[in-house]
């Protein structure tokens, strides 16, 4: 199966190409793509950069120009802190459903819910498969506000009680997904918990803290696909 794994950032990317064999890269659209081999997949791999436009312009540049059977969003997110079994620092999410926390159309609209989508994106994973990963499954509020004060947090949960984590690009993924109809799932290590005091310095350290394992899960997913 042909499968395109999507990250935010250089550092998301270094703790994945190691996992990868037979790396060769082509660019394409301003994007750099890292193709070869994992888990018995063949694997199109890229950093789209932070944030929603440049997560949908990376997302449509893959699915158009290498046309993957799925798309597997990766990297960090923020913990909420929430819900009776939350998302702590080295805990694994995968996402149940992915929503915004920063759209709204207008009246006669659901707040989260772009045009023409549906309210919450759907991450179509079966239950044997899910019931083999070390993860917690949950919601993912996703905006462009990188999430480090109680404010924003408190905004985030009263839209959405249920939220696992926060993100800054899985929902514009989903939505290219669901627009080009690309099965589409969202795994993502906690590094930090926003307005928990230290937030940025817990977000900076997680990098040389986290152990590569962390992104196991990943490998170990695409094995059971």
């Given at each position: 199966m042909k499968i395109g794994i999507i990250v935010a950032m250089d550092k998301e990317l270094s703790l994945l190409l190691p996992l990868m064999a037979d790396v060769s890269e082509i660019t394409m659209n301003g994007f750099t793509f890292h193709t070869g081999a994992l888990a018995g997949h063949d694997i199109v791999a890229c950093k789209c950069g932070i944030g929603k436009v440049n997560a949908a312009?990376?997302?449509?540049?893959?699915?158009?120009?290498?046309?993957?059977?799925m798309i597997?969003?990766?990297?960090?997110?923020?913990?909420?802190?929430?819900?009776?079994?939350?998302?702590?620092v080295l805990d694994v999410v995968l996402a149940s459903e992915i929503a915004y926390h920063d759209v709204w159309c207008g009246p006669g609209t659901v707040p989260g819910e772009a045009a023409g989508c549906p309210a919450r994106f759907v991450c179509p994973l079966p239950a044997e498969i899910r019931s083999q990963l070390n993860v917690k499954e949950g919601l993912l509020a996703s905006g462009d506000i990188f999430v480090d004060n109680p404010d924003d947090l408190h905004r985030i949960l009263a839209l959405y009680p249920d939220a696992k984590a926060v993100d800054m690009e899985s929902a514009a993924i989903a939505q290219v997904c669901y627009i080009k109809n690309v099965p589409f799932v969202c795994i993502r290590v906690v590094s930090d918990t926003p307005g928990d005091?230290?937030?940025?310095?817990?977000y900076e350290s997680f990098w040389t803290a986290a152990p590569e394992r962390t992104f196991d899960e990943v490998e170990k997913l695409l094995g059971l696909l």
């Open positions: 312009v990376g997302a449509l540049t893959l699915i158009e120009n290498f046309h993957p059977m597997v969003n990766t990297g960090v997110a923020g913990g909420t802190g929430a819900t009776a079994d939350p998302a702590r005091g230290g937030n940025a310095a817990a």
